[in-house]
């Protein structure tokens, strides 16, 4: 056994340690949930892709890009649709944040439409849908570290190893310590991620134009859509981005990272910036898969197929993975850990609760973050392939957070009631679905999250429209367009009075 | 005047992102393109044409985020207010 790899993943480890070492400690819970509001553009971009970016990318999704080929871009066409989305949900979320202390997204939602219940609600489904994706990341971690010491370290120690690092500095360190270690695992797994996929395409395909010239002698149906051995209608590709790409920023771990931004500009500077260093990134890893699917020994184990390939270049190449794949799997743990056990603390027990103080709050969240770790665990020894299973149905279910979020931002007649039958409803009518799968999803190819959304849309605005907005939201916008009338420059030459 | 230009805008690229993601995405529109000839810039079809769409997408977002920052939509101050009986629930 080659022990540089380990060398290489616990070097990363250290590092990233010894950078935020002084970010360990918080001083109230709002620098545990939000950093004090604190972070500029650099830092949100790369902590947007680090916690987005997930290990099992390297897995999961590498299987798809092997097998299937062009249908695994789908990533790039959502990932800037959910880019669209945080620009537009950025401006109300951050200003209500700031101006009435907003610390989540469930207590953002609890706080516009004036209900516990919602807030309650929205928090819970945050928690139920992330989950899985927890759990494949840290089998991931795993996975990554049996195979990069060639077994000596097994996949359980590997899993304990990972999670005992990230829950020690989310719990001391909160949102300050997750986006800092995240801007170190960002450029770690971009540029390290990228340069690894180059150099694998010069060494074993003699660069870009002659591996798509070899697939497209030898594997044509691996440059369109739906990709070879499958028949998968046209809906399907439309569902999966529009779903991805509407549901993708609605992640509670990706949108409490708004209430860390310093100001809009930064959100929307982060906006502008993730989609492209995304689009580069992801698109060099889906050709060199394409590329790779040339390789026999790669599709008996496509999961592996990358892993495989970083072996067959040397202990210092799968060295290299093993720590891009880490930084991408921390990254997505950290944020996923800190996010829930926010929640819960936030969300759940002081709503339960309202006398609980301030730092009984981060107490709460550091137990929690112990809880979450010790489940996660638990359950990661269960099967791999079941948990990836899991995670994609979740894009089914967190998509039906989507109507209540920007109806509530934008819709002054979105309501209470039409937001929790909404969610529900869409939610019931979602996973019925998707677990009873009648002939009709897989014939017309529209996927059971599009039923669900689009009844969800349809209940919130009739319901919207059988009452009038209360007074409580005429009075939220009036003060929303009172604090833009103070900032904004009208462009005329004549002053005119504001029209709220 | 403020909200009108603020909504108009909005309003205006959000159709522009939806045409390009219609485009990008709907059967029929994306079946046009879901083919491997003809090459454009060393890459099938169906590759540049959802590259072009994503770099349209990008483009839009520059395009407005420059708009905003020239109104200052981007710079707003805000002052927290006194808010420990509102935040995130029922007012009492």
């Given at each position: 056994m080659n022990i540089i790899p380990l060398i290489m993943i616990f070097t990363f480890f250290a590092i990233m340690l010894f950078i935020i070492r002084k970010k360990l400690?918080?001083?109230s819970f709002e620098d545990y949930a939000t950093a004090n509001r604190s972070f500029g553009f650099f830092a949100l971009t790369f902590s947007v892709l680090a916690t987005w970016i997930v290990g099992a990318m390297y897995t999961a999704w590498a299987g798809m890009a092997v097998t299937y080929g062009f249908t695994a871009l789908y990533c790039i066409a959502y990932a800037i649709i959910t880019m669209i989305v945080m620009y537009y949900v950025a401006p109300k979320t951050y200003i209500w944040g700031v101006r009435y202390g907003i610390k989540t997204q469930s207590e953002l939602l609890g706080f516009r439409y004036q209900s516990k219940s919602l807030r309650m609600l929205t928090g819970i489904w945050g928690i139920v849908f992330t989950i899985p994706w927890l759990i494949v990341e840290i089998v991931t971690q795993g996975y990554v570290f049996e195979y990069a010491t060639g077994g000596l370290i097994s996949q359980f120690w590997g899993m304990v190893l990972g999670i005992i690092v990230v829950a020690v500095f989310v719990s001391l360190g909160g949102m300050r310590s997750v986006i800092t270690a995240n801007v170190f695992q960002g450029l770690i797994l971009i540029f390290g991620g990228t340069a690894l996929m180059i150099y694998f395409v010069y060494k074993y395909f003699g660069g870009f134009a002659s591996g798509f010239e070899m697939v497209v002698n030898d594997y044509p149906g691996m440059l369109t859509y739906p990709g070879p051995g499958w028949d998968s209608p046209t809906p399907y590709w439309t569902s999966i981005v529009i779903l991805s790409g509407l549901g993708?920023?609605?992640w509670p771990w990706a949108y409490n990272k708004l209430f860390a931004g310093d100001s809009i500009r930064t959100i929307k500077v982060s906006a502008v910036l993730a989609p492209i260093i995304y689009a580069i990134f992801f698109s060099i890893f889906v050709v060199t898969a394409i590329f790779i699917?040339?390789?026999?020994?790669?599709?008996?184990?496509v999961q592996g197929a990358f892993l495989w390939i970083a072996s067959e270049s040397g202990p210092i190449a799968l060295g290299l993975l093993g720590v891009v794949i880490m930084a991408s799997s921390v990254g997505t743990v950290s944020g996923i850990i800190q996010a829930i056990s926010t929640t819960i603390s936030r969300d759940l027990a002081q709503v339960i609760n309202r006398k609980i103080s301030d730092k009984k709050a981060v107490y709460i969240a550091r137990i929690s973050v112990v809880v979450i770790s010790i489940v996660s665990l638990f359950f990661g020894t269960a099967d791999l392939g079941l948990m990836v299973f899991l995670a994609l149905f979740t894009y089914d279910g967190i998509i039906l957070l989507f109507p209540v979020v920007i109806l509530g931002l934008y819709?002054?007649?979105?309501?209470k009631e039409g937001a929790i039958i909404g969610l529900i409803a869409g939610t019931a009518l979602s996973m019925f679905l998707r677990f009873f799968n009648p002939n009709f999803i897989e014939g017309w190819g529209w996927q059971p999250g599009v039923y669900g959304l689009t009844l969800s849309f349809i209940i919130m605005i009739v319901v919207g429209y059988m009452k009038n907005p209360s007074a409580f939201v005429q009075k939220l916008w009036e003060d929303t367009e009172i604090i833009y009338a103070e900032n904004v420059r009208v462009p005329t030459l004549k002053p005119r009075s504001r029209i709220s | 005047m403020l909200i009108n230009i603020r909504n108009k805008k909005n309003s205006i690229f959000l159709i522009y992102y939806s045409l390009i993601s219609v485009c990008m995405t709907f059967p029929g529109l994306f079946d046009l393109a879901n083919r491997i000839e003809p090459w454009v810039f060393g890459l099938p079809f169906s590759m540049f044409y959802l590259f072009l769409c994503v770099a349209l997408l990008c483009a839009g977002l520059c395009i407005q985020f420059f708009i905003e920052s020239k109104l200052g939509e981007l710079d707003i101050e805000v002052t927290p207010k006194d808010n420990s009986n509102v935040s995130g629930g029922e007012e009492s």
């Open positions: 400690g918080v001083s993708g920023f609605l699917h040339s390789y026999d020994q790669t599709l008996s184990d819709w002054k007649r979105a309501n | -």
